[in-house]
């Protein structure tokens, strides 16, 4: 059984899916989501699944769990819709879902071609986090929120040394990341090791696209200006109705949410709330493009040029040949 496995990183707006439904016609391959917010159902158009009405739509069982496997383009797409907005969902829920569609694939002789859009979740694929999420400490916290700055950043030096100096200089001046990292250097790490599959190990063509700012920035703008429609407002109202408390939820940390919700609450234009939600999507695609520059595998590829598509392909049949 052969093994192998196509990632397609990159910053969102950029066309990994678009890619990745090219590829997956030529190994022959299956997408496959690594998004934390794409996860979620009934989020489909604030985090970009971009399902089409027409798309067939048949649940898979692989061990315990139902997936959703959505088929547009003879192609099958996995990873969306794991999970509702108001259940608990972390990296490790991710890599244990994920894991087995893998498996299943190569067992049909599919390629899984895995459009990454969290870095976390991707590094995490191939490097298992060995503990799990340490749970909030309330009191702790509390005694913490009454501290300014400075007093928090020399907690965290005293406390975890190591831990201050792997944090960018934006966590360094976010007072809530601040005592987030002390909670979590508060606790025996053994209280949470986890027993999660092994690393994937395959043959892995990393690929991750990338544009110059501008370009991507006016990718970014229209993409959001696209998807400001009734239609998102009808699936913000329904999650709103379903989950009095989603503002509350992880899920709705997903940009577009709450921008849009402040225009229904007539707290912004739609001229502002599209503004905001294309400011915070600008914002995450230079995160985005942050993490996975670290990632050494990766051949780069600018989707600005007029042959870069060309260039991709050459290198995956190369590859896959």
């Not at 979620?40 to 604030?46: E, F, N, Q």
């Not at 990393?206 to 501008?214: I, K, N």
């Not at 739609?270 to 400011?279: I, M, Y």
């Not at 493009?289 to 991709?312: A, G, I, M």
Request: net charge positive; aromatic share 10%; charged share 20%.
């Amino acid at each position: 059984m052969s093994r192998r496995l196509i990632v397609i990183c990159g910053p969102t707006g950029v066309g990994k899916t678009q890619l990745a439904l090219h590829l997956a016609k030529l190994v022959p391959g299956a997408l496959v989501a690594c998004d934390s917010r794409q996860v979620y159902t009934g989020m489909d158009i604030g985090t970009g699944k971009d399902i089409p009405p027409q798309a067939k739509t048949k649940l898979v069982r692989l061990k315990a769990h139902r997936y959703p496997v959505y088929q547009f383009q003879a192609v099958s797409h996995w990873g969306y819709d794991l999970i509702n907005p108001a259940t608990s969902f972390s990296v490790m829920n991710y890599v244990s879902l994920i894991q087995p569609v893998f498996n299943h694939l190569w067992r049909l002789g599919q390629v899984p071609l895995l459009t990454a859009g969290t870095g976390l979740y991707l590094t995490s694929l191939f490097h298992p986090p060995a503990t799990g999420p340490v749970p909030p400490n309330l009191v702790l916290r509390s005694q913490l929120a009454s501290l300014s700055l400075i007093p928090l950043q020399r907690r965290l030096k005293q406390l975890n040394p190591a831990k201050w100096v792997a944090m960018n200089q934006a966590d360094r001046l976010n007072p809530r990341r601040l005592i987030r990292a002390i909670e979590v250097s508060t606790v025996d790490p053994q209280a949470y090791q986890l027993n999660l599959p092994s690393p994937i190990k395959s043959q892995v063509l990393w690929l991750g696209l990338t544009a110059p700012t501008t370009w991507l920035d006016r990718c970014i703008n229209r993409r959001v200006q696209a998807r400001a429609t009734f239609q998102f407002t009808d699936e913000v109202k329904v999650l709103v109705q379903r989950y009095p408390d989603f503002l509350k939820l992880p899920a709705a940390t997903a940009t577009g949410y709450r921008e849009w919700l402040a225009y229904l609450d007539h707290r912004l234009t739609r001229q502002q709330a599209v503004a905001a939600w294309q400011l915070r999507e600008r914002q995450y695609a230079r995160r985005q493009l942050t993490w996975f520059k670290t990632l050494e595998p990766v051949l780069w590829f600018d989707v600005s040029q007029s042959e870069w598509q060309r260039s991709v392909v050459d290198r995956v049949i190369t590859w896959y040949s």
